[in-house]
Structure formats: structure tokens, C-alpha cells
């Protein structure tokens, strides 16, 4: 039996876990330095960063997903952006990506948002053809970029 519930401040160190999985699973294992401090201040602290909600399948942690607040200056309205959406490897093809995925799409209907945006890695095809078979659009004409680290500091200190 799958359930799907908000994440709650306890959860910050299964959070951590679960995002650290997710990371070895895209081969970016080397890239996540998360703690469950980090997770509990942003997440659960006086100013949240993000909103989780936790899968659990049998009552056991299956999944989550990782979702916040963008805005679009062209649609003059604030977005979803997803950023995780991770269910553990045995409990794959149980329909609860699905669930996750409609879940937040729900959240982000009822609460206005004018559109769920993500990304997802070139490499997973599985991915791909799961969010196509959706309805996802994909943005290819448009290139994620990031500074990050040691560029992100460079450019901050030229700042006049």
C-alpha cells in the first residue's frame, strides 16, 4: 500500500539518506555533501528553502520528492521547480514515481502555480520516457547553466 505525506522536521536525516541515493544513482555521488542539519534549517527552519514529501510503500520509506518556488518574469506568476524525484531501486515500477510526480503536480494546480518544471540527465533514458509518456515538454532550445563553487566565488568578488 503506497502513502504519500509531507516531510516533517524528523525526517531531515532520512531526507539526507534518500538524497544521497539519489546521487549515487546519477553517478554524482562525489557532488553530495548533504547533511541532516542542512536538510532540517532549510527545510524545516523559520524561513523554509523547500518542501519534501516522503513515499512510503508497506510503511517504509520508498520515495520523495524535493519541490520550491521559482518566478517567471514572462508569465508574471511563480512556478514549481522540481528537483528530486527519487524512489528507492526495488520498489521501481510500483507506480509510485507516478504518485510523487501527480502529488506535487496537484499541489502545484491547487495552490496556482502556472507550471511543474524539472530536469532530468541526458544519459537516463528510462527518465525520459517515462515524462514523455506524460506529456512533458521538454526544453531542449533552452541550456541549464550553473556557477557553482569555486567560478560562483570568482564572480561574486567582481562584483563593483
Known amino acids: ?23 549515487e544513482y546519477d553517478r554524482l555521488g562525489h557532488e553530495a555533501s548533504v547533511l541532516e542539519e542542512d536538510i532540517a534549517r532549510d527545510g524545516f527552519g523559520p524561513a523554509p528553502k523547500f518542501r519534501a514529501v516522503i513515499a512510503e ?10 519541490f520550491f518556488e521559482f518566478y517567471s518574469s514572462f508569465q508574471g506568476r511563480a512556478g514549481l521547480f522540481l528537483d528530486d524525484l527519487y524512489v528507492r531501486p526495488q520498489l521501481r ?7 510523487l510526480l501527480a502529488h506535487v503536480a496537484a499541489i502545484a494546480w491547487k495552490e496556482g502555480y502556472f507550471c511543474l518544471r524539472w530536469e532530468v540527465l541526458d544519459w ?15 526544453l531542449d532550445e533552452w541550456k541549464s547553466a550553473c556557477l557553482i563553487g569555486e567560478p560562483l566565488e570568482s564572480v561574486a568578488k567582481e562584483k563593483p
Open 93 to 99: 515500477k510500483q507506480g509510485i514515481g507516478h504518485a
Open 1 to 23: 500500500m503506497l502513502s504519500i505525506r509531507p516531510a516533517i522536521s524528523s525526517d531531515a536525516a532520512l531526507l539526507a539518506a534518500l538524497i544521497r541515493e539519489l546521487a
Open 57 to 66: 510503500w508497506e510503511g517504509h520509506p520508498a520515495g520523495y520528492a524535493i
Open 124 to 138: 537516463n533514458t528510462s527518465a525520459i520516457d517515462f515524462y514523455r509518456r506524460l506529456g512533458a515538454v521538454f
